[in-house]
């Protein structure tokens, strides 16, 4: 099992920055990639960002423009999703997501799929106004 907490949302003005922290317990974290999903209010939940075990691949949604950065410290157990230039379309809940694959490698399309990740944080809100 792997416990994942989410933190770092808030209030933002649109052009401003935040910066997501997924703090991660039980299973060895560094055996899991990870992701970063969202959901607006009365959308579906949709890929942001995620990131390979080791940290090597990274994958970010197209729509993004390079305005996301997504990292990894596994000494420290914890994910970072590094947010700039958010826009008010940006708002939403964001959840961190690990798998439990004992598979090192995986299509690129792994990792933007929710069902290839078995734990979830329960989300931190991000709200960018205008």
């Known amino acids: 099992q792997v416990q994942l907490v989410e933190s770092g949302g808030g209030l933002v003005q649109a052009g401003g920055s935040l910066r997501l922290s997924c703090s991660a317990s039980g299973r060895t974290f560094s055996s899991s990639a990870m992701g970063w999903f969202r959901q607006a209010p009365g959308k579906e939940r949709e890929f942001v960002s995620a990131?390979?075990?080791?940290?090597?691949?990274?994958y970010y949604a197209v729509s993004l423009s390079g305005r996301f950065t997504i990292s990894r410290d596994n000494t420290k157990n914890t994910g970072y999703l590094e947010m700039n230039s958010l826009k008010p379309e940006d708002t939403a809940v964001y959840y961190c997501?690990?798998?439990?694959?004992?598979?090192?490698?995986?299509?690129?399309?792994?990792?933007?799929?929710?069902?290839?990740?078995?734990?979830w944080g329960q989300g931190t809100q991000v709200t960018v106004s205008s």
């Open positions: 990131i390979s075990r080791g940290g090597i691949q990274r």
């Open positions: 997501a690990a798998d439990n694959s004992p598979y090192l490698r995986h299509v690129d399309s792994y990792f933007a799929t929710e069902a290839s990740y078995a734990y």
